[in-house]
């Protein structure tokens, strides 16, 4: 039975930060109040499924990279399974990012944890520096770090003193340490970078990173790419290598709650649940498949949470409809050239995502895939695609309930 009714789980990962933000309302004080940052699993990944459960990080889909953080490669087709350094350790993860085909995780002591591809050192961030890293490497270590987030090749770290850490590749400017980089091992960028104040909010676009400090500036840095900055460009990409004050935003930094961008665009989330956008027009829900926005639109309003990845957005109002925009592929449709309403499954509690696909979890503990199917993310057999309300994972259910027992509902949380 298909329902129109959602909630989504916003207690997975909430950040506090009350001795930084004095200056900044309630709700902008703690990070993730208006989105579930580790529930709506804000990855770039392409072909692998990662969600948090029970405290554990659960992976499957394509592993030939590292992804598994078992110590070797898997098969796409092999079984889901939890990331056993973890498990044996009594490690419990609270947020997990990744780009492309690497993996970060953030633990509940704020230690940063990174495996996968790691050729630019975006997985070891320079600690660990092998190719392809198939163990949890321990990249930040009592730093108190309180946020994760990654683009395509490349990671950051938000700690509560508001420093921010950035690693991987540079060559765009995604690193934000003023140079174009093959690789880079962890960079904390300056203070001075940010006008001398610490940073309260960390938010990343495939190709940059977005930082909001505790008087309300706002800053982006990376690949500026179809005025997705907020600033008329000439050309279609402009290399930003430093971080750069936006001043062209519609709303005060401090009213934003939530920051993202994709390859050629950049959303955020208002206090008031509006949503706003800049970049490249097809990806921006605007109505229009074609041109560039300086000028940030609005997008649409009554927001209650929401994440954008790679070409598109999905987000959840304040009265429980589901909606998608951006980029719509001719191989399957998760989003809409305004926003759109989505069909699904029951009461969702837990949406994850990734590159091109969505996973949402019920009520009654089941789980849907959506979008781009390949590297048998949405089944053990298949890589097809699949379109809204979405196909039934049983496989990794049946795999978490032989883990915590049959009478386990999976989807509920942490």
């Not at 900044?24 to 989105?35: F, V, Y």
């Amino acid at each position: 039975m298909m329902r129109w009714k959602i909630y989504i789980t916003l207690s997975v990962y909430i950040i506090l930060l009350p001795s930084l933000a004095m200056s900044r309302t309630t709700d902008a004080m703690i990070l993730s109040t208006k989105i579930a940052s580790g529930g709506m699993g804000q990855t770039n990944s392409v072909d692998t499924g990662i969600t948090i459960e029970n405290g554990d990080l659960w992976i499957w889909g394509f592993r030939g990279s590292g992804q598994q953080g078992n110590g070797s490669n898997e098969p796409s087709s092999s079984a889901p399974a939890r990331v056993d350094y973890f498990v044996r350790n009594n490690i419990n993860i609270v947020q997990a990012t990744a780009g492309i085909y690497h993996i970060i995780a953030l633990d509940e002591q704020g230690n940063v944890w990174g495996w996968g591809q790691n050729g630019y050192y975006h997985a070891g961030g320079g600690v660990c520096t092998e190719g392809h890293v198939k163990s949890p490497c321990l990249v930040l270590k009592d730093k108190n770090i309180v946020r994760v987030d990654a683009g395509e090749y490349v990671s950051y770290a938000l700690s509560a003193d508001g420093d921010v850490y950035t690693w991987g590749h540079g060559p765009y400017g995604q690193l934000g340490n003023g140079l174009k980089v093959s690789k880079s091992a962890v960079y904390k960028i300056p203070r001075s970078d940010f006008n001398g104040e610490a940073v309260v909010l960390l938010g990343a676009a495939y190709e940059g990173g977005y930082a909001i400090t505790q008087s309300g500036g706002v800053y982006a840095w990376g690949d500026d790419e179809d005025n997705a900055f907020g600033y008329e460009r000439s050309s279609a990409h402009e290399y930003v290598l430093k971080p750069l004050l936006l001043t062209n935003l519609a709303v005060d930094g401090s009213e934003i709650t939530y920051m993202c961008g994709g390859q050629p665009f950049t959303n955020y989330l208002s206090s008031s649940g509006d949503v706003y956008g800049m970049g490249g027009n097809f990806s921006l829900g605007i109505g229009q498949k074609t041109g560039k926005t300086a000028g940030p639109a609005l997008i649409t309003t009554d927001i209650a949470s929401m994440y954008c990845r790679y070409s598109g957005s999905i987000a959840l109002t304040n009265d429980g409809t589901l909606l998608t925009w951006g980029f719509a592929s001719s191989a399957f449709n998760i989003y809409g050239i305004i926003p759109t309403q989505r069909e699904y499954y029951d009461v969702i509690t837990k949406i994850d995502g990734g590159k091109e696909h969505f996973i949402y979890w019920t009520e009654n503990g089941k789980a849907y895939g959506v979008g781009y199917g390949a590297g048998h993310k949405f089944s053990q057999s298949s890589n097809n695609n699949v379109e809204f309300p979405g196909k039934e994972l049983t496989f990794l259910l049946d795999e978490m309930k032989k883990t915590y027992g049959n009478n386990y509902i999976p989807g509920q949380g942490l």
